[in-house]
C-alpha cells in the first residue's frame, strides 16, 4: 500500500514538471535541452499514470487471485512499452514524418516484444511449478 501511494505522489509530481516545463521552457530557443525535459517528464508522468490505472483495474478485476509483484511486473513492462511508443510517435509527429508506414512497423515491434517477454515469464513460471 505505501508503494503505491508513493507511485502517486511520484506521478502526481511528474505531472507538475511536465506542466512546468511545457509553460516555462520555449522549444525554439532551447533546443534539445527543452525537448529532452518534456519528453522525460510527459514519458515519466504517462509511466505513472498508466501503472496506476493498470494496478487499480487489476486490483478490481482479480481482487483474490492477484500476486501483486509479478502483476506489477508486468504492468511496469506493458507500461513501458506503451509510453515508448507514444513517446516515439510524438517525436516523429513532431518532425513530421509520422506516417502509418512508420506506426504499423512499430507497433508490431511493440507486439513482439510484449509476446515475447510474456512466453518467456509463461516458460519461467511454468518451470517454477514444476519444481515444486
Excluded at 483495474?57 to 504492468?75: E, F, K, T
Amino acid at each position: 500500500m505505501f508503494s503505491l501511494i508513493l507511485l502517486g505522489l511520484g506521478t502526481l509530481m511528474t505531472w507538475g514538471i511536465w506542466v512546468f516545463v511545457f509553460v516555462r521552457f520555449d522549444p525554439f530557443i532551447g533546443g534539445w535541452v527543452s525537448h529532452m525535459l518534456f519528453y522525460v517528464s510527459f514519458g515519466l508522468a504517462l509511466q505513472g499514470s498508466f501503472m496506476l490505472t493498470s494496478i487499480g483495474i487489476y486490483s478490481l478485476s482479480y481482487q483474490s487471485r492477484m500476486h501483486h509483484r509479478y502483476h506489477v511486473g508486468i504492468i511496469a513492462r506493458q507500461s513501458f512499452l506503451l509510453v515508448t511508443f507514444l513517446l516515439i510517435l510524438l517525436f516523429l509527429a513532431s518532425r513530421n514524418l509520422l506516417t502509418w508506414w512508420n506506426i504499423i512497423p512499430l507497433a508490431l515491434l511493440v507486439f513482439v516484444i510484449e509476446v515475447g517477454c510474456s512466453s518467456f515469464y509463461h516458460s519461467h513460471d511454468s518451470l517454477r511449478q514444476i519444481k515444486r
